[in-house]
């Protein structure tokens, strides 16, 4: 409890000192919620410049603190209320399970903000993991919760979600194709034993032919890596492989516990050894490097190129250690939070994953999604091609896709994207991403 107050009192303490800023901007407000204890942070325009705002705007993640994000200021000074939220899974994505319900909280929010005087229309930002989180709503929203309970999800929301809601559009921020896809391609498909480790709590054992910090295998410790097209092959169908095999464990232990038969009679943990990364593609850089077609490119000039394949600038940034460490590369989850959050079925990490096995699936959402989405990737990060998957997906009739040059995933500018040494090309990365956002939707609503 201690340990809480005291990440509250640093949240606050940085929202407040981010306020004094823009001195002109009302200070944030404090939002608790009940019954389920999630936290939010309102944020307000100066009222000298905007007296009557219309448009409410709704940033949440899976996981991630929200109430100091970036977007929260920038939202509001270009006109914007904008609410921040912390789901009850804060900072533990254990705690995610279901991962469905969180739902019920970005419900929560957009009840709050449509009860403001004035506000007309209220529009999701889903970045990151925001994506498959404010996508998942928006698609019970407008298809009921038969949509979340089809028979092939790994696992079903509750009729609890039945009338949620709907938002009026979507804005996703270098979203990614859902977190079940995300884990799958992360996973070291070399370890072989995931039954005698999670039974017995044995140690790894390795297929070295599929290790991908193997020399053997095309990696370069000082550089980018070569992988040969057999290779990668035979490693994204591995991954598929050991997803599939974890899924079938915990599908396993889960149905003992309702049976009755298992140790314990609600969820048990599910540790994954070598679980995160081992994304292959941040290692050879040929690997989603690029659109696929022909996209927006919002240049650092502000200038807007329409004409040409946009590649990603990324540089290499895994390292064995952070696959062979605990925290940097173990999956710390429960049967449940595992089965709801990070499991997808898939026969091929990168071109054959079914994406609605899992409701936490980008993909599968934005198929049942009719008011307009913005969906935008960073050019400095390793989503670009994620975001086009799920653009060509979506159903939406009113869809737009930019890429922002040379930023990262927090949408700041890629310092190391550029060799020998940044100099300020990428500088306008944030001005120039909030102006496009702002513009998309105060052209619509």
Sequence with gaps: MKNTLSRLLFTLVNIIFMAGVK???PPPEYVQFTPSAAMGALYRPDPNIYPNPHI?????????N???HISMENMAARGFIILGMNPVCHNNEALCAPWENNALVVKQGIEYLKKIPGITKVVLLGGSGGGPTMSFYQAVAESGVEFCQQLQKLTKCSDALADLPPADGVVFRDAHLGNGANALRSLNPAIINDEAILNHNASPRFDTRLDPFNPENGYNPNGVSDYS????ETYFRAQSERMNRLIDI???RLGQIEAGTYKYTDDDAFVIPNGDG??????DLSIDHS????????????TIEDCCIVSSVRPVDLSPESNQRFWSGTRMLTLRSFLSTRAIRSTHAMTEIDYCSSNNSTVCNVQNISVPVLITAMGGHYFLRNSEIFYEAAASQDKDFMVLEGAVHGITPCEACVPGGYDGRYDNSVKNYYDYVANWINERF
Excluded: I, V, W, Y
């Excluded at 490119?297 to 502000?302: I, P």
């Design 291 to 302: 659109s696929m077609k022909p996209r927006k490119f919002l240049k650092n000039d502000g």
């Design 278 to 283: 081992s994304r292959l593609m941040r290692l």
């Design 56 to 64: 409410a705007t709704l940033n949440m993640h899976r996981t991630a």
């Design 250 to 252: 915990a599908e396993q």
């Design 23 to 25: 001195a002109d901007m």
């Design 229 to 232: 097209d057999d290779f990668k």
């Design 66 to 68: 929200r109430l100091a």
